[in-house]
Protein backbone atom coordinates (compact mmCIF):
# COMPACT_ATOMS: atom_id res chain seq x y z
CA UNK A 1 0.00 0.00 0.00
CA UNK A 2 1.25 3.20 -0.85
CA UNK A 3 2.40 5.72 2.05
CA UNK A 4 -0.39 7.71 3.26
CA UNK A 5 1.55 10.95 3.09
CA UNK A 6 2.36 10.28 -0.35
CA UNK A 7 -1.13 10.21 -1.42
CA UNK A 8 -1.75 13.59 -0.12
CA UNK A 9 0.94 15.01 -1.63
CA UNK A 10 0.78 12.95 -5.62
CA UNK A 11 -3.46 14.24 -5.14
CA UNK A 12 -1.91 18.39 -3.83
CA UNK A 13 0.10 17.92 -6.97
CA UNK A 14 -2.55 17.36 -9.72
CA UNK A 15 -4.21 20.86 -8.12
CA UNK A 16 -0.96 22.86 -9.36
CA UNK A 17 -1.13 24.42 -13.15
CA UNK A 18 1.95 25.57 -15.11
CA UNK A 19 3.09 29.43 -14.17
CA UNK A 20 1.58 29.06 -10.98
CA UNK A 21 3.59 30.61 -7.46
CA UNK A 22 3.30 28.45 -4.74
CA UNK A 23 4.10 28.11 -1.31
CA UNK A 24 4.18 24.89 0.75
CA UNK A 25 4.32 24.45 4.18
CA UNK A 26 6.51 22.16 6.76
CA UNK A 27 5.65 18.28 6.64
CA UNK A 28 3.44 16.78 4.12
CA UNK A 29 2.94 19.74 2.02
CA UNK A 30 6.80 19.84 1.44
CA UNK A 31 6.26 16.16 -0.58
CA UNK A 32 3.95 17.73 -2.80
CA UNK A 33 7.26 18.79 -5.03
CA UNK A 34 8.00 15.72 -5.78
CA UNK A 35 5.00 15.13 -7.73
CA UNK A 36 4.73 17.77 -10.26
CA UNK A 37 2.82 16.22 -13.24
CA UNK A 38 4.80 16.19 -16.54
CA UNK A 39 5.30 19.56 -18.34
CA UNK A 40 4.29 21.46 -15.45
CA UNK A 41 6.02 24.36 -14.73
CA UNK A 42 5.54 25.46 -10.99
CA UNK A 43 7.62 28.28 -9.14
CA UNK A 44 7.79 27.66 -5.29
CA UNK A 45 8.31 29.97 -2.80
CA UNK A 46 9.32 30.05 0.45
CA UNK A 47 8.46 32.61 3.22
CA UNK A 48 12.36 33.32 4.64
CA UNK A 49 12.92 34.95 0.85
CA UNK A 50 12.75 32.31 -2.19
CA UNK A 51 11.02 31.45 -5.35
CA UNK A 52 12.48 29.40 -7.23
CA UNK A 53 13.22 26.30 -5.39
CA UNK A 54 14.43 23.38 -6.71
CA UNK A 55 14.71 19.84 -5.04
CA UNK A 56 16.74 18.66 -1.84
CA UNK A 57 20.71 18.64 -2.68
CA UNK A 58 22.69 15.87 -2.69
CA UNK A 59 24.96 15.00 0.35
CA UNK A 60 27.57 16.86 0.43
CA UNK A 61 26.15 19.92 -1.39
CA UNK A 62 24.44 21.59 1.05
CA UNK A 63 24.51 25.17 1.29
CA UNK A 64 23.93 26.32 4.57
CA UNK A 65 21.91 29.64 3.56
CA UNK A 66 19.61 28.05 1.40
CA UNK A 67 17.11 26.62 3.33
CA UNK A 68 13.26 26.91 3.14
CA UNK A 69 11.06 27.94 6.08
CA UNK A 70 11.43 24.87 7.67
CA UNK A 71 15.14 24.83 8.05
CA UNK A 72 15.24 22.34 5.59
CA UNK A 73 18.23 22.42 2.85
CA UNK A 74 17.24 23.09 -0.61
CA UNK A 75 18.72 24.65 -4.20
CA UNK A 76 18.01 27.09 -6.55
CA UNK A 77 16.88 26.44 -9.97
CA UNK A 78 18.27 28.73 -13.01
CA UNK A 79 16.59 31.70 -12.85
CA UNK A 80 15.82 31.94 -8.90
CA UNK A 81 15.64 35.03 -6.81
CA UNK A 82 16.31 35.09 -2.72
CA UNK A 83 15.27 38.45 -1.07
CA UNK A 84 14.69 39.98 2.48
CA UNK A 85 11.30 39.04 4.84
CA UNK A 86 10.31 41.83 4.02
CA UNK A 87 9.34 41.43 0.08
CA UNK A 88 8.40 37.88 0.58
CA UNK A 89 5.70 39.13 2.97
CA UNK A 90 4.82 41.47 0.71
CA UNK A 91 3.69 38.89 -2.06
CA UNK A 92 2.13 36.80 0.33
CA UNK A 93 0.52 39.49 2.09
CA UNK A 94 -0.38 41.20 -1.29
CA UNK A 95 -1.97 38.33 -2.64
CA UNK A 96 0.62 37.56 -5.02
CA UNK A 97 1.04 33.58 -4.31
CA UNK A 98 -1.72 31.69 -6.51
CA UNK A 99 -1.73 28.60 -3.77
CA UNK A 100 -0.44 27.72 -0.37
CA UNK A 101 -0.91 23.97 0.65
CA UNK A 102 -0.55 23.76 4.73
CA UNK A 103 -1.16 21.48 7.05
CA UNK A 104 -3.21 21.40 9.71
CA UNK A 105 -4.39 20.10 13.08
CA UNK A 106 -7.78 20.80 12.54
CA UNK A 107 -10.67 21.88 9.95
CA UNK A 108 -14.10 22.51 10.57
CA UNK A 109 -17.44 22.45 9.09
CA UNK A 110 -17.15 26.20 7.77
CA UNK A 111 -13.49 25.86 6.28
CA UNK A 112 -11.77 27.36 9.16
CA UNK A 113 -8.55 25.89 10.01
CA UNK A 114 -6.43 25.43 13.47
CA UNK A 115 -2.72 24.03 12.39
CA UNK A 116 -0.23 26.14 14.67
CA UNK A 117 -1.06 25.93 18.53
CA UNK A 118 -2.24 23.10 20.80
CA UNK A 119 -3.29 24.67 23.89
CA UNK A 120 -1.49 24.05 26.88
CA UNK A 121 1.95 22.96 24.55
CA UNK A 122 5.00 24.87 23.84
CA UNK A 123 5.11 26.40 20.30
CA UNK A 124 7.35 28.78 18.48
CA UNK A 125 4.80 30.98 17.13
CA UNK A 126 2.49 30.31 13.83
CA UNK A 127 5.47 31.59 11.69
CA UNK A 128 3.90 33.00 8.58
CA UNK A 129 0.70 30.50 8.27
CA UNK A 130 -1.98 33.54 9.52
CA UNK A 131 -0.58 35.48 6.68
CA UNK A 132 -0.70 32.59 3.56
CA UNK A 133 -4.16 31.66 4.51
CA UNK A 134 -5.50 35.20 4.47
CA UNK A 135 -2.95 36.03 1.69
CA UNK A 136 -3.27 33.22 -1.22
CA UNK A 137 -5.88 32.63 -4.03
CA UNK A 138 -6.27 29.34 -3.06
CA UNK A 139 -5.52 27.41 0.18
CA UNK A 140 -5.10 23.74 0.32
CA UNK A 141 -4.92 21.80 3.30
CA UNK A 142 -2.66 18.39 3.01
CA UNK A 143 -3.21 16.37 6.01
CA UNK A 144 -3.80 12.75 7.50
CA UNK A 145 -7.46 12.56 8.37
CA UNK A 146 -7.44 11.08 11.81
CA UNK A 147 -4.10 12.22 14.29
CA UNK A 148 -3.50 9.02 16.60
CA UNK A 149 -7.38 7.29 15.95
CA UNK A 150 -8.67 11.19 16.64
CA UNK A 151 -11.07 12.91 13.91
CA UNK A 152 -9.26 16.27 12.49
CA UNK A 153 -11.87 17.28 10.39
CA UNK A 154 -14.05 18.26 12.73
CA UNK A 155 -17.63 20.28 14.04
CA UNK A 156 -16.43 23.09 15.34
CA UNK A 157 -12.15 23.81 16.03
CA UNK A 158 -11.17 23.68 19.60
CA UNK A 159 -7.73 24.63 18.92
CA UNK A 160 -6.50 28.55 18.18
CA UNK A 161 -7.70 29.57 14.55
CA UNK A 162 -5.12 30.57 12.14
CA UNK A 163 -7.25 32.62 10.07
CA UNK A 164 -10.85 33.89 9.74
CA UNK A 165 -10.49 32.82 6.10
CA UNK A 166 -12.02 29.43 5.07
CA UNK A 167 -9.53 27.25 3.19
CA UNK A 168 -10.44 26.03 -0.43
CA UNK A 169 -9.70 22.23 -0.15
CA UNK A 170 -8.84 19.68 2.02
CA UNK A 171 -7.16 16.61 0.92
CA UNK A 172 -6.65 13.50 3.33
CA UNK A 173 -5.38 9.89 2.40
CA UNK A 174 -9.20 8.98 2.24
CA UNK A 175 -10.93 11.33 0.85
CA UNK A 176 -10.90 15.54 -0.79
CA UNK A 177 -13.17 17.71 0.55
CA UNK A 178 -14.59 21.22 -0.39
CA UNK A 179 -15.59 23.56 1.88
CA UNK A 180 -18.62 25.70 0.66
CA UNK A 181 -21.58 27.90 2.10
CA UNK A 182 -23.61 24.97 3.00
CA UNK A 183 -20.69 22.56 4.87
CA UNK A 184 -18.28 20.24 3.56
CA UNK A 185 -18.67 18.48 -0.01
CA UNK A 186 -17.04 15.21 -0.04
CA UNK A 187 -16.15 15.27 -3.22
CA UNK A 188 -13.33 12.47 -4.18
CA UNK A 189 -13.00 8.80 -2.25
CA UNK A 190 -10.01 7.00 -1.88
CA UNK A 191 -9.88 3.71 -3.94
CA UNK A 192 -11.10 0.75 -1.53
CA UNK A 193 -12.48 3.45 0.94
CA UNK A 194 -16.01 3.74 1.22
CA UNK A 195 -18.53 6.52 1.70
CA UNK A 196 -19.11 4.91 5.51
CA UNK A 197 -15.74 4.30 6.10
CA UNK A 198 -15.13 7.95 5.58
CA UNK A 199 -18.17 9.10 7.61
CA UNK A 200 -16.88 7.36 10.76
CA UNK A 201 -13.70 9.03 10.76
CA UNK A 202 -15.14 12.24 10.50
CA UNK A 203 -16.72 14.17 13.08
CA UNK A 204 -17.73 16.76 10.80
CA UNK A 205 -21.19 16.79 9.08
CA UNK A 206 -20.56 15.91 5.15
CA UNK A 207 -22.87 16.71 2.37
CA UNK A 208 -21.87 13.70 -0.32
CA UNK A 209 -21.54 15.35 -3.73
CA UNK A 210 -23.74 14.58 -6.94
CA UNK A 211 -20.66 14.11 -8.64
CA UNK A 212 -18.52 11.49 -5.69
CA UNK A 213 -15.89 9.69 -8.05
CA UNK A 214 -12.64 8.22 -7.00
CA UNK A 215 -9.43 9.74 -6.35
CA UNK A 216 -6.69 9.62 -8.93
CA UNK A 217 -3.24 10.17 -8.24
Known sequence: ?????????????????????????????????????????????????????????????????????????????????????????????????DITVLGALQVDEKGMLANWMIPGKMVPGMGGAMDLVTGAKKVIVAMTHTGKGTPKIVRKCNFPLTSIRPVDLIVTELAVIEPGPKGLVLKEVAPDISVEEILKTTDARLIISDRLCEMTL
Open 1 to 97: MMDPREVIARRVAKELKDGDLVNLGIGIPTLVANYIPSGVNVFFQSENGIIGMGPEPRKGMENPDMTNAGGMFVTALPGAMAFDSAMSFGFIRGGHL
